[in-house]
């Protein structure tokens, strides 16, 4: 089975300052990771995803996340951090099948409300 | 280019009663799958469709949750009997194809409540 941990219900954060949303996961084998935005009365918007490769993956609007195997962990970071930016965060996971089989399923985390202040 | 439509995006229903909700994904897009987001939660798998069977229906809760995508494009969820723990937001997702590496764009949601 497959799981996505978000530890901080919220995270405030200063406008200008660097931010970091955490994200833990458990798969059976290898994983595909994403981060999406949930705007008020919104649907679910794409931000990054990790798929294979290079560690550290930039998105949309300056986010990037760092893949850390050991850790298994997929932490989002912006260095510095805007207002628009307040939203809430959802990290997802999904294990990786070799054989192709097996279903296409997102797990998601609870998320994470980012509030920065002005 | 158009992304995943849903309607309505509220549905308001009395205990008992059958409702329907329609998915429109992105044309061309192949996958599609309906997730529940229930109040302060993410959203949980329901259901995945390849073409127009589907591939994996493991996260329906009983049922009286059914869906259908008879063209392989429009999908409607249905779901008979309704029960307050019904109420949730049901979110609809497309993808170009079933990998892993394709993301999922999801729709606004349709927020059903049932009283």
């Known amino acids: 089975a497959q799981s996505v941990a978000q530890p901080e219900d919220q995270v405030n954060v200063a406008e200008g300052n660097p931010l970091t949303v955490k994200c833990t996961y458990s798969?059976?084998?290898?994983?595909?990771l994403f981060w999406y935005v949930q705007y008020p009365n919104r649907g679910l918007q794409f931000l990054l995803k990790y798929i294979t490769g290079d560690n550290l993956v930039k998105g949309s609007y300056g986010f990037e996340a760092e893949f850390n195997k050991s850790q298994t962990s997929f932490h989002l970071k912006k260095p510095s951090a805007l207002v628009s930016d307040s939203a809430l965060y959802f990290c997802?996971?999904?294990?990786?099948?070799?054989?192709?089989?097996?279903?296409?399923?997102?797990?998601f985390g609870k998320g994470t409300k980012l509030s920065v202040i002005p | 280019g158009a992304g995943v439509s849903q309607t309505p995006s509220n549905k308001v229903t009395e205990k008992g009663k059958y409702v329907e909700l329609r998915c429109d994904p992105i044309s061309g897009h192949t996958a599609l799958y309906w997730y529940r987001q229930s109040l302060g939660q993410g959203p949980e798998f329901l259901i995945y469709?390849?073409?127009?069977?589907?591939?994996?229906d493991s996260g329906l809760p009983n049922d009286r949750f059914f869906a259908v995508r008879p063209e392989g494009s429009v999908s409607t969820l249905k779901i008979q009997r309704t029960e307050r723990g019904d109420s949730a937001v049901y979110l609809c997702?497309?993808?170009?194809?079933?990998?892993?590496?394709?993301?999922?764009?999801f729709g606004p949601g349709t927020r059903l409540t049932v009283t």
């Open positions: 997802a996971v999904r294990e990786r099948s070799y054989s192709g089989a097996g279903s296409y399923q997102l797990t």
């Open positions: 997702a497309s993808s170009p194809g079933t990998g892993g590496v394709y993301e999922q764009y």
């Open positions: 469709f390849q073409g127009t069977g589907a591939a994996d």
């Open positions: 798969v059976s084998g290898n994983p595909y």
